[in-house]
């Protein structure tokens, strides 16, 4: 009973105080990395604009985000396993029913979701994925090579909500509250860290690309 007690009680902090730090710390800390990238501004070019430069910024937002054949053919494990799990993520993230409901509660905006057994099986194929990909970044010389603390760190931050959810999900710990603690917990610690890693590029890399094409395309040329 006092395991129950503790796991209720556990519960009901990350539902509560621990959720409402995470959300502070994960929007004030976007809003920083946000401006911090927008105050440090662009040198004025004074040369005569050759075209626009709005088109051209989001035609370079879509092309960018489109696998060229060339890097597809050099890379396919990498490609095709990285859309792969960034796909899964957000499915998971945005369509489960009791996400829905939560985000309702707390902006007034919800749609429909896929149903529970859709879920769980992203949720498979997501952590398959993910566990592909640190293999291949451990065993292939170049990532390992390359690769950072930083990078095992947001890969193991964005594993663990998935994990803990399906572990949950499942009910394959008890009590339940307890595991959904769990759950809440890890979510919460990607949140506070989300802004400070490079996480933070879900954000910034459509800014980047529009700002790309927007200068190419006053120059008058192809991004």
Known sequence: MDIFNNANDFLIWTRGTGFNIAIAIFIFGVLI???????LGRK????EPRGTQWGPGL???ISRSLVDKGTLNRSPFVVVVGYIWHIGFFICLLLFVPHIELINASLGIKWPGLPSPVLDAAAAVTMFSMLAILWHRMTHPVMKFLSTYEDYLV???SFLP???GYIAYHRMINPYPMALGLH???VELLLVVFPFTKLMHAFTLFLARW????????KG???
């Open 184 to 186: 809440l917990l890890t």
């Open 33 to 39: 990395r946000v401006l911090e990238i927008l105050l």
């Open 221 to 223: 040329v192809e991004s």
């Open 162 to 164: 998935l994990l803990s």
């Open 44 to 47: 004025a070019d004074y040369s």
């Open 59 to 61: 035609k370079t937002i």
């Open 211 to 218: 700002y790309t094409g927007a200068m190419m395309g006053r």
């Open 155 to 157: 890969w193991l931050l």
